[in-house]
């Protein structure tokens, strides 16, 4: 498929470059965690807005979710965006050591400032193609909060917001250039376990204590002999996120773990689940104490479009390599020497996993990685995203692009500190490019929809979502 609307595209997203790498860094500058996005929410709805987008607001109990639309009718392409922050990443652009900003608690480490803002350029470039080209159709902006821990989008797509939708188009800021397919993301809940006993003084009247921290130890153990007897593709990992106190003379009263399950299919991660319950039931019969159990996020695994992936991979050639100066690869070789020898060994077994050998110390070298990685390959993951939610009810299609110095990890300072720079802009641009482009494809080829929504239904093979967030879960600060 020969795509015309590049040059087109790519000129509607320059024009507007300046308001769109400001509004990534007024909303890098916010740092807003999840569910108290209201800053960066709002930027992008009065801007959008000004363009001309009706804007719906506070939806699925999110304060800060929004839908901006524009056009009428069929077929409706919904562009997903996020603008949470991390807790604990606060660090000054630019700045290649560790150095929090004093009074801030908050970075973006996972570029979520960039990528919220690209989907934005996206369906601003789209509106003033379509409108030039007299296309029909409805495109949607969909300011999607808390996609760290918490799942935002699921709550969406629980309450009926993606129910009209043909088809769902985002992307990730990345070290590399490639559009993904399901690529080892992993469905994902998130579970407290809080155990009640009753206090009292450890060496004066111990019989008279139940513990809960003893519970909390006990459903530790054994959730460590159930590893042994689950999928090697699962995992399971926690926190203590209650002790009870510090004083080693008073037995606990309360205690608390919290828990991330995951595995590659929601269905499987619900198993886990409720063997979990069970073995927190058990530790409470143990220590004679009780269990309080609440899920607060789910996330489903993604499912994954052979059809949507090779529009936007067509496009995504189109546009990489994205071309740095000379200036701009000094400044990410300079980020390249400060990630973590962990990070920098990740990076030299990615390359190992994606390069050809002959070709293997020329990448090693370079400070970005700045060509496409086949779509075929399927390297690391481990991780979950929201996506895999909206990917179950409407055919979807994302893809990375390189904002970051090669071995940079997300969810670290060092990502925070490149948020601001111009290879972080330039890949921002490119990606609004991308699914510019890939929206428009679409819209000027509907028969492509239809294969499509036929690739996806295939894919399910009957199933259907599973809607693994129970109804009294809402979305709330934990």
Known sequence: METKNQDRISELVEKQKDTYTSMADEIWGYAEPRFQEYESSRVQQEYL???????????????????????????????????????SLQQEADCTERRPIAGKTDGHGCGHHLLGTASVAAVDALKSYMEEKDLKGTIRYYGCPAEENAGGKAYLVRDGYFNDCDIAITWHPSTTNKTMGDDKFLANFR????????????????????????????????????????????RVHGAITNTGGIAPNVIPAEAQVLYAIRAPKVTQVKKLYERMCDIAKGAALITGTTVDIRQVAAYSNVIGNDVLEEVMDKNLDHFIPIGYTEEELAYAGKFKEVVTELDKEGLKDMIAHVVEKDKRKEVLDMPLLDFKLDRSESYGGGGSTDVGDVSWVVPTVQTNVCCYAAGTALHSWQAVAQGKASIAHKGMLTAAKVMACTGADLLENPELIKKAHKDWLEELDGETYPNPLPPEVKPGLW
């Open 191 to 234: 579970v407290f376990f809080t155990f009640h006993g009753i206090s009292s003084h450890a060496a004066g009247a111990p019989e008279l204590g139940r513990s809960a921290l003893d519970a909390v130890e006990i459903m530790d153990i054994g959730v460590n002999y159930m590893r042994e007897h689950m999928i090697d593709a699962a």
């Open 49 to 87: 807005a000004s363009r001309g987008f009706s804007i719906r607001a506070d939806l699925a109990g999110e304060k800060t979710a929004f839908i901006a639309e524009w056009g009428s009718g069929k077929p409706v392409l919904a562009f997903l965006g996020e603008f949470d922050a991390l807790s």
